[in-house]
Every structure is written in structure tokens, then in C-alpha cells.
């Protein structure tokens, strides 16, 4: 069984703001929804806990290792969208100042691709290879903790969905999907699961 899931929760300025590389840490609910994954999963046996190379997921990976011997493995091809001149950006600003990128952008959301940045489509290519590598070996329970935009790229994908309907599927903070892989086809056990304890709103 494959667990994939989201990062806790990150720090917010109160604006919707454009994050994929930039390297941004959990707040403290975020360290909170790890603290209770960790103890959710407390009887749950790992072969491996994978996670990307950015702080958000690292961070919370390593806290539901802790007190495990198995330690937290990092795949950089799991790292979130690149969003080039876009990141760290409030969506606000980019209408304003950009106004014809945010056109764009709203014209093919799976095609864009911001300057100095990856499109979604460039996103699969580079995330769905290291999946399949990490669920052709998979023997036992893996934990994967990785990204919003990295998890609707593997979720679309195994459910057969047009990738251009990526956010179609919900991706709360520190949800968990469960993917069996060892029925052919991968089957996804559940989708989007959050623990009552993380939740503060709609889930």
C-alpha cells in the first residue's frame, strides 16, 4: 500500500500567493497536523517514508519518522511545480501587473508554462516516472509525502482522468490518499482523507 500525502499547512500572509519551489515551512497548525499523522500511524509498519526536497514536506515526513528506525528518503523529481517568475507572487499582483500571463494562465491551466517556470504538463512528465519507480518496487507500506500539484498529477493519472481536470480532485493540507498497488490496475483506496483532529474548516 502506497499512503501519498500532502504536507501539513504553511504559513500564510492572509493572500493567495503562488508557492511551488519557493521554500516556505509549515506554520504551527501545519506541525500540528504532522504531530497527529505521526500518532495516527503510530500502528502502522513502513518499508519507506519518501518525501520531496523542500522543507515543507522534509518537515513533515521526519515527524511521523520519529521514533521509527527507518529514516526519511528525499526524491527531488517529487518537488512541486516550478512556477518561475510567478512564485511567491499574490495572485492579485500577477492580475495587476501581469494581466496578459494571468490570461494565459486561465485560457490552459494544464499547458501554461510561467517564464523560467514548468506547465502541469511538465510537471507529470517529471513526477509520474519517479511514482511508477517507487510503486514498481514497492513491498510493503510506503509513506509518500509530497505536494498539492504532485499529488493531483499521480491521482488523475491512476484514475484515468484528463490531466487537464487535475483540480477537479480535492488536496486538503496533510490529506492522505491510499493507493493499493498490488491489484492491476492501482486502485485508490481513499481520497483526500483528513484526521477530524486537522481539520479547522471544510475538508
Known amino acids: 500500500m502506497i499512503y ?5 499547512e504553511i504559513g500564510s500572509t492572509g493572500d493567495r500567493r503562488f508557492i511551488g ?4 515551512p509549515l506554520n504551527e497548525n501545519g506541525l500540528r497536523q504532522a504531530e497527529s499523522w505521526r500518532m495516527e500511524f503510530a500502528g502502522t509498519p513502513f518499508d519507506r517514508i519518501l518525501c520531496s526536497d523542500l522543507d515543507r514536506t522534509r518537515t513533515t515526513a521526519r515527524i511521523i519518522a520519529r521514533d521509527r528506525e527507518i529514516g526519511v528518503q528525499e526524491v527531488p523529481d517529487l518537488r512541486e511545480i516550478h512556477l518561475g517568475e510567478l512564485e511567491a507572487l499574490p495572485f492579485s499582483e500577477v492580475q495587476e501587473r501581469l494581466p496578459k500571463t494571468w490570461r494565459e494562465r486561465g485560457r490552459d491551466l494544464f499547458a ?3 517564464a523560467g517556470g514548468e506547465s502541469f504538463a511538465d510537471l507529470q512528465q517529471r513526477v509520474l516516472p519517479a511514482f ?4 514498481g518496487e514497492a513491498v510493503g507500506n510506503i ?4 505536494h ?3 499529488n493531483r498529477i499521480i491521482l488523475c493519472h491512476l484514475l484515468g482522468m484528463p490531466p487537464e481536470n487535475l483540480f477537479r480532485i480535492g488536496q486538503d493540507y496533510a490529506c492522505l ?7 492491476t490496475p492501482r486502485c ?3 481520497l483526500n482523507q483528513c484526521l477530524e483532529s486537522n481539520v479547522q474548516g471544510p475538508c
Open 177 to 183: 490518499n491510499r493507493i493499493d498497488v498490488g491489484k
Open 112 to 114: 501554461f508554462r510561467p
Open 148 to 150: 498539492g500539484g504532485v
Open 21 to 24: 519551489w519557493t521554500d516556505v
Open 188 to 190: 485508490i483506496v481513499s
Open 132 to 135: 511508477e519507480n517507487i510503486a
Open 143 to 146: 509513506l509518500i509525502v509530497a
Open 4 to 8: 501519498l500525502l500532502r504536507h501539513g
